[in-house]
């Protein structure tokens, strides 16, 4: 076998140019898409299920909101209605005057007004309050501010909801559906309807009432409809009484019907799909609980209009598959009559060289003219990236070379401003200060030259800034309060030496120190923002005029005290130089409040040694 495969490759690797392109592509593009087919056939159904039902899932997950929403204008109805100064009259005060002078008040004209006013005919169909009062009251039911709206409770006896209303369990608002309504009701005011149980003072005695939020079912068969992924499907709400509260389509909700315990243990699965037998048929239903009135969104999927879509998207791929067939049958003939193929692609290798540094090709197996002309242009690829890796080391000494000039200017201009004032503290003959002075000055530059490396941790470098506030602190006697506020998952990240002291030194010299008092705070803090690290140095200081701010890092600006600002400007070259330019320093200042400077940093770890 290993030897007719070798007589073979070595045939087609002879082959002339025309022969092989013909065979090559007709070869990969019949073959894939045969294998594609074959493997995908047998899985092509539980492909459609999987997608079907997530897509149903992104449905109903919208859907579900829309319901509630849906549901809150009903409820928002009746908050309106019970805000109405009529309403509020009736059922939150005692009533002791007669109703034939309230129902002929202006008060009981306007709110007829405004009961007609939030019935939209869209989903609000009608509003009907029930009262069980004396028969002498009938001018309530009667008058035509009223007659509309009261009606007395014999209206209402009979109905399912009203006897659920008298129940040892009385719910105090009831969402009813269709059949919890009377014919009557349903005929005059509306299919679906929300009951609120209510009660009435008249001359001391309490009296139950009714209030009837009639709506249409319509905008919850819309939605229900437009959450279907799927023809054939049905999506239906049910309420917690095992009764249809809606649905897309009533006789498929008939057909594949589950009641609420099933519903319930299922809905325990965190909303996926289960898979059920109904009629010998199987099916996949989802559920989603919609919290305000208790009920539940269903929405099945049977297996025959999935078994057709994937019938459907088989024969999709066949139809595609024939005219990839018949594509690659005109592009063998097109190129299999080019013996330059291979040339295009190595000239298209060599191009690249415009947008980047040139990339070797694969060696070439067989070694015809074009070959040949491979293993030339991989040598020539080899040669240049030699010439470039040369090139870019040089860059990297020279780079390194910057930084570590920077570093030595640095801290030059540090020891000599802490000799100085430790020079301070042995002129005041103040002896003891000066020996904490220098434990804390070795300490300091234990920090600073430790395993000879110039990059450090933050956690190293607050303590290093800490060290040195208190340095100045026994010069100033204390009059620099420091706060450090870094969150500890930043500290072990690594941050050049030397980061923050120059910075903090210019807010003590240049900004805490001129002011009269000579006193201040420095606030040191930190974040992570995207994959930067983010420190923020504040002062109280005097702050920075806009047209010395403008030059503190350019190098060449000057202190109010004369200085030159040497050291924050290497600081900030010396983090772009390590980082690029969109890292280093930024400052903000507002004269006479103060100053902010904003370090940013790659966040990289320390390495373990």
Known sequence: MKRFFRKFSQAYGDMKLQSKFTLALMLAVTLPMLMLGLFFYGRLYDMTVSYTIRREQDFSSKTAPLIEDTVQKVLDTYTELSEFPFYQTLFHMPVNDPFSSLTQSAQAEEFKKQV????????????????????????????????????????????????IFQSSSVPSGLFCPSFYLGTQERQAHGDLAYIRAGSMYYHGTSYPSYTAIYYSPAPLRDILSDNLALEGSVSYIMNERNALVASSDESLSGIYWLDYQTIQDSFMSSNNFIERTILDEKIYAGFYNISQPGWYMVTVLPSAPLLQQSHKIMMQYILLYIGFLILALCLASVLARSITNRISSVISQMQQVRKGP????????????????????????????????????????????????????????FLYNTMDMINWLAQQGRTSEVSNAVQNLSRFYKLTLSRRQSISTIAKEEEHVSIYIRLQNMRYHDNIAFVSDIPDELMEYQIPKLTLQPVIENAILHGILEKDSKTGTIVLTGWMEDEDIVLLISDDGVGISPEKLATILSGTGKSSSGGTNIAVYNTHRRLQILYGSKYGLSYSSKPGCGTEVTIRLPAHKEKET
């Open 358 to 413: 040139p990339v070797p090709m694969d060696s070439p197996r067989f070694h015809d003219e074009v070959g040949n002309l491979i293993d030339t242009y991989n040598y020539m690829t080899r040669k240049m990236g030699d010439l470039m890796e040369e090139q870019r080391q040089a860059a990297e000494d020279l780079r390194i070379a910057e930084f570590n000039s920077l570093q030595a200017q640095i801290n030059p201009h």
């Open 116 to 163: 007609d006013e939030i019935i939209d005919g869209e989903l609000i169909t009608d509003i009907q309050i029930y009262i069980d009062i004396p028969q002498n009251s009938s001018s309530l039911f009667s008058s035509s501010s009223t007659g509309e709206i009261f009606k007395p409770m014999l209206n209402a006896k009979g109905t399912y909801w009203h006897g």
